[in-house]
């Protein structure tokens, strides 16, 4: 297995907290990047219904047999133990005791928040960025990438993504959304699960689905508040602060791994993802997610935000760092055309001072920079942060 990006970071983390909570999606390499960071700890699966079970039946005696501390993976099965592991660090007084894994967000922030403020680091993992694909492969096209998705499993033993995303599909479901919810009806959650990969980078518009669907509304948003819980989706909220123009406020939607979108279309070459209608959002998809994946493993949440208003002038992407604003342009077009920078153009007449130069990412194999924009393709030429210098 490779070494993740987020390795300095979680060790950083380790040097300055005694428990450093890592959050990800499951199969996103959670349990063996602990285990490769921290071989020395000893290590517990609240998965294992054995360790669960004596976890339960006397806290105080499973964490005994962990003076030192440990990694616990999947503490969300059990998070009760928090309040126990709080009186053990108080008491220790070290950092880097214990390593908690967790794939579900809500009860377990909940927890830490209770028992743990202060006292912990919180991180997230998603899939492998593309730094770290490249390990697997050093010329990737963008539509195999999107194929594929980037799951460290399905690459590091060569799996088929069609029968890996099958799998994980019945995993998920079975065990993670109805663990969450009162799932009665499977067959409406698989059709509106298919519907949102459909509508992968819109707005949500939880009438349309709730129509598509049969189902309420408010089902709909239960049911998108589960999928971002498990890190399967996530929203990219609109930016409208300080601005006149009437502007959309829903937010987009996007998968946590663009590869299972891919799956849930229906998609099994890389060919059919290139001249599907929807290869725009899935790229645009690809790209949003590299970034946040880039904030992540240096221990950032970037701030991220799209721009929209009702005359039609929109940005892909706005990502806003030290009180400035970078627009980003998101063209899965292998041709640039002068149109690609009508929108950054127009939101800099906006924005004014605060707006910084701006980024077309495009599929082309050229590079430059015109109007103040820099112009590049990301897989060719590197990531985003690599061209803010």
């Given at each position: 297995?490779?070494?993740?990006?987020i390795?300095?970071?979680?060790?950083?983390?380790?040097?300055?907290y005694?428990?450093?909570?890592?959050?990800?999606p499951?199969?996103?390499?959670?349990?063996?990047l602990?285990?490769?960071?921290?071989?020395?700890?000893?290590?517990y699966?609240?998965?294992?219904?054995d360790?669960?079970?004596?976890?339960?039946?006397?806290?105080r005696?499973?964490?005994?047999k962990?003076?030192?501390?440990?990694?616990?993976?999947?503490?969300?099965r059990?998070?009760?133990?928090?309040?126990y592991?709080?009186?053990?660090?108080?008491?220790?007084?070290?950092?880097?005791?214990?390593?908690l894994?967790?794939?579900?967000q809500?009860?377990?922030?909940?927890?830490?928040?209770?028992?743990l403020?202060?006292?912990?680091?919180v991180?997230?993992?998603?899939?492998?960025?593309?730094p770290e694909?490249?390990n697997y492969?050093k010329?990737w096209?963008?539509?195999?990438l999107?194929l594929k998705?980037?799951?460290?499993?399905?690459?590091?033993?060569?799996?088929?993504?069609?029968?890996f995303f099958?799998?994980?599909?019945?995993?998920?479901?079975e065990?993670?959304?109805r663990a969450?919810i009162?799932?009665?009806?499977?067959?409406?959650?698989?059709?509106?699960?298919?519907?949102?990969a459909g509508r992968?980078?819109?707005?949500?518009?939880y009438?349309?689905?709730?129509?598509?669907?049969?189902?309420?509304?408010?089902?709909?948003?239960?049911?998108?508040g589960?999928?971002?819980?498990s890190?399967?989706?996530?929203?990219?909220?609109?930016?409208?602060?300080?601005?006149?123009?009437?502007?959309?406020?829903?937010?987009?939607?996007?998968f946590?791994?663009?590869?299972?979108?891919a799956?849930?279309?229906?998609?099994?070459?890389?060919?059919?993802?290139?001249?599907?209608p929807?290869?725009g959002?899935?790229?645009?998809?690809?790209?949003v997610?590299e970034?946040?994946?880039?904030?992540l493993?240096?221990?950032k949440?970037?701030?991220?935000?799209?721009y929209?208003?009702t005359n039609?002038?929109?940005?892909?992407?706005?990502?806003?760092?030290?009180?400035?604003?970078v627009?980003?342009?998101?063209?899965?077009a292998v041709?640039?055309t002068?149109?690609?920078?009508?929108?950054?153009?127009?939101?800099?007449k906006i924005?004014?001072?605060?707006?910084?130069?701006g980024?077309v990412l495009y599929?082309?194999?050229?590079?430059?920079t015109?109007?103040g924009?820099?112009?590049?393709?990301?897989i060719?030429?590197?990531?985003?942060?690599?061209?803010?210098?």
């Amino acid at each position: 297995m490779i070494k993740r990006d987020i390795t300095t970071e979680l060790l950083e983390a380790a040097g300055e907290y005694p428990v450093v909570i890592l959050f990800g999606p499951r199969q996103s390499g959670k349990t063996t990047l602990v285990q490769m960071t921290f071989p020395d700890k000893l290590y517990y699966s609240l998965e294992d219904p054995d360790v669960r079970m004596a976890a339960e039946t006397d806290p105080r005696g499973f964490l005994a047999k962990l003076p030192e501390g440990g990694v616990l993976d999947e503490i969300q099965r059990l998070p009760e133990l928090l309040s126990y592991i709080q009186g053990i660090v108080d008491r220790g007084k070290k950092t880097g005791m214990f390593i908690l894994t967790g794939s579900h967000q809500p009860e377990l922030h909940q927890s830490v928040s209770q028992s743990l403020a202060g006292r912990t680091a919180v991180l997230t993992l998603l899939p492998l960025s593309l730094p770290e694909l490249k390990n697997y492969k050093k010329n990737w096209d963008p539509f195999e990438l999107i194929l594929k998705g980037a799951y460290p499993r399905l690459h590091e033993k060569g799996l088929k993504p069609t029968r890996f995303f099958n799998g994980y599909m019945q995993t998920y479901i079975e065990r993670d959304v109805r663990a969450l919810i009162n799932l009665k009806d499977l067959r409406s959650f698989q059709q509106f699960f298919t519907l949102l990969a459909g509508r992968i980078g819109q707005l949500i518009n939880y009438t349309s689905l709730s129509n598509d669907v049969g189902v309420s509304a408010t089902t709909i948003k239960n049911w998108i508040g589960v999928l971002k819980a498990s890190f399967v989706v996530f929203e990219l909220p609109p930016f409208f602060e300080n601005i006149r123009k009437r502007v959309f406020k829903s937010p987009k939607i996007y998968f946590s791994d663009v590869g299972l979108a891919a799956y849930l279309l229906g998609m099994e070459t890389s060919d059919q993802v290139s001249r599907d209608p929807l290869r725009g959002g899935l790229y645009e998809n690809l790209f949003v997610l590299e970034i946040l994946k880039s904030g992540l493993n240096h221990g950032k949440r970037p701030e991220l935000f799209f721009y929209r208003d009702t005359n039609g002038n929109e940005v892909d992407l706005v990502i806003k760092e030290r009180r400035k604003l970078v627009p980003v342009e998101i063209k899965s077009a292998v041709t640039f055309t002068p149109d690609f920078l009508k929108g950054i153009e127009r939101f800099r007449k906006i924005t004014g001072n605060r707006c910084s130069k701006g980024y077309v990412l495009y599929n082309g194999p050229e590079q430059y920079t015109l109007k103040g924009t820099r112009i590049f393709n990301p897989i060719i030429h590197g990531d985003l942060e690599a061209h803010q210098t």
